[in-house]
C-alpha cells in the first residue's frame, strides 16, 4: 500500500487560514470515511486531531477541522498561532484492511 | 490517566531479535484494539501491526510481515512486539498506540530501536 501524498511544508502568518492536503485514492480515502489527522511536535508521540474525516477529539481546538472531496482529504488550520507549529501526517483506513499514512507536512508559523 | 508506557528498546545488531513491550493503565485494554506504528529518525509515521480486542485478529505491515509477531495479554494490560530478523530500516521509534474507530487515539511516548552492528 503506497504512502499518502502530503505536501512536504506549508506556511502562513499568525492569525491567517492554512489548508493542508492529503492525496490518497479510491483504494483508500476515496472509498471510505476513515481519514485521521495527527499533529506532532518534535521528539512527541503523535496527537490524534481529527477521526473519521471531520471530528474532533474532545480537548481539540475548534480551529482545526477536516473534510474530504474525492481522493484528496484536508484539514484547515483557522486562526495560525505560533503553537500550531509543528508536523501533521495524515491517516486513512485502506482496502486491504489496514491503515497507511501519509508522509507528513511542516508547517511553519511566519 | 490513561498511560501507555512502550520498553524493551534498544541498540542491537542486524540479525537479532528484540521484544518490545506496552504497559497500559488507566483503560481496559480488553476493550481496545492495539496498534504499532513506528517513525524513523527524521522521517514520517509508518503503521506496523494491529491486534483486535481479544487478539483473535492480527495484521502486519508489509515491511515486517513473517518477522514481527504482535501479541497482547489483557490479563496483563500489556501489549507486545516480537522483532526477529532484524535490519537496519528497522530503526525507529516504535510507539503502542489505541485504535477507535479506525484512529489511533491514545499513544504511548515511544520506544528507540536501533539495529546496527
Known amino acids: 500500500q503506497s504512502a499518502l501524498t502530503q505536501p512536504a511544508s506549508v506556511s502562513g502568518s499568525p492569525g491567517q487560514s492554512i489548508t493542508l492536503s492529503c492525496v490518497g485514492t479510491?483504494?483508500?480515502?476515496?472509498?471510505?470515511?476513515?481519514v485521521s489527522w495527527y499533529q506532532q511536535f518534535p521528539g512527541r508521540a503523535p496527537r490524534l486531531l481529527i477521526y473519521e474525516v471531520m471530528y474532533r477529539p474532545s480537548g481539540v481546538s475548534h480551529r482545526f477541522s477536516g473534510s474530504k472531496s474525492g481522493n484528496t482529504a484536508s484539514l484547515t488550520i483557522s486562526g495560525l498561532q505560533a503553537e500550531d507549529e509543528a508536523d501533521y501526517f495524515c491517516a486513512s483506513y485502506t482496502t486491504t484492511g489496514t491503515p497507511v499514512f501519509g508522509g507528513g507536512t511542516k508547517v511553519t508559523v511566519l | 490517566e490513561v498511560q501507555l508506557v512502550e520498553s524493551g528498546g534498544g541498540l542491537i545488531q542486524p540479525g537479532g531479535s528484540l521484544r518490545l513491550s506496552c504497559a497500559v493503565s488507566?483503560?481496559?485494554?480488553?476493550?481496545?484494539?492495539m496498534n504499532w506504528v513506528r517513525q524513523a529518525p527524521g522521517k514520517g509515521l509508518e503503521w506496523v501491526s494491529f491486534?483486535?480486542?481479544?487478539?483473535?485478529?492480527?495484521h502486519y505491515g508489509d515491511s515486517v510481515k513473517g518477522r514481527f509477531t504482535i501479541s497482547r495479554d489483557n490479563a496483563k494490560s500489556s501489549l507486545y512486539l516480537q522483532m526477529d530478523s532484524l535490519r537496519g530500516d528497522d530503526t525507529a521509534v516504535y510507539y503502542c498506540?489505541?485504535?477507535?474507530?479506525?484512529?489511533?487515539?491514545?499513544w504511548g511516548q515511544g520506544t528507540m530501536v536501533t539495529v546496527s552492528s
Open positions: 488507566g483503560l481496559t485494554i480488553s476493550s481496545y484494539e
Open positions: 498506540a489505541t485504535e477507535t474507530g479506525y484512529a489511533f487515539d491514545i
Open positions: 479510491s483504494s483508500d480515502i476515496g472509498g471510505y470515511q476513515y
Open positions: 491486534i483486535s480486542s481479544s487478539g483473535d485478529t492480527r
